[in-house]
């Protein structure tokens, strides 16, 4: 007995059983298998691993987000890479910064809804970024 895997010209598979190489070739040549789902007997055989094939080769919007997921983290990386971690002291770093009682720079860290919102009301600007949470250990 032998298992193959089939395909129509709908690209609808499924498989066909059948007793032999030979057997298939015959029912294939006389049109004799349909597909299940559209009824088409314009069937092929497909390589005998498709299990296989399909794993290295991945649809292509996976890649795509896979790329754009590593170009945030990418982003995230020097964002991080770039401003000084004041952690919890952030709405006071922040708020001395905009009063000129510490040196300008770019800070990160964390702040609670109430804090954003004070800062906010003081004019302060502050930018909210979802972090990944690889990236919130200490990179060095
Ligand atoms: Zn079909």
């Known amino acids: 007995m032998k298992v193959y895997n089939?395909?129509?010209?709908?690209?609808?598979?499924f498989e066909g059983w059948f007793s032999s190489e030979e057997d298939f070739s015959a029912q294939s040549c006389k049109e004799?298998?349909?597909c299940p789902i559209c009824e088409s007997r314009s069937v092929r055989k497909l390589p005998s691993a498709p299990?296989?094939?399909?794993?290295?080769?991945?649809?292509?919007?996976n890649d795509v987000s896979q790329q754009i997921q590593a170009e945030v983290i990418e982003v995230m990386r020097k964002i991080?890479?770039?401003?000084?971690?004041?952690?919890?002291r952030?709405?006071?770093?922040?708020?001395?910064?905009?009063?000129?009682?510490?040196?300008?720079r770019a800070i990160r860290g964390t702040a609670s809804q109430s804090e954003?919102?004070?800062?906010?009301?003081?004019?302060?600007?502050?930018?909210?970024l979802p972090m990944p949470p690889a990236l919130k250990q200490p990179l060095q």
């Open 6 to 13: 089939l395909c129509c010209e709908r690209d609808h598979r």
């Open 32 to 34: 004799l298998i349909e």
């Open 51 to 61: 299990r296989l094939n399909l794993s290295s080769a991945q649809p292509p919007q």
């Open 80 to 88: 991080v890479a770039s401003t000084e971690d004041v952690g919890e």
């Open 90 to 104: 952030f709405a006071e770093e922040a708020r001395r910064i905009h009063y000129n009682e510490a040196p300008e």
């Open 116 to 128: 954003r919102a004070a800062l906010a009301e003081e004019g302060i600007e502050v930018m909210s």
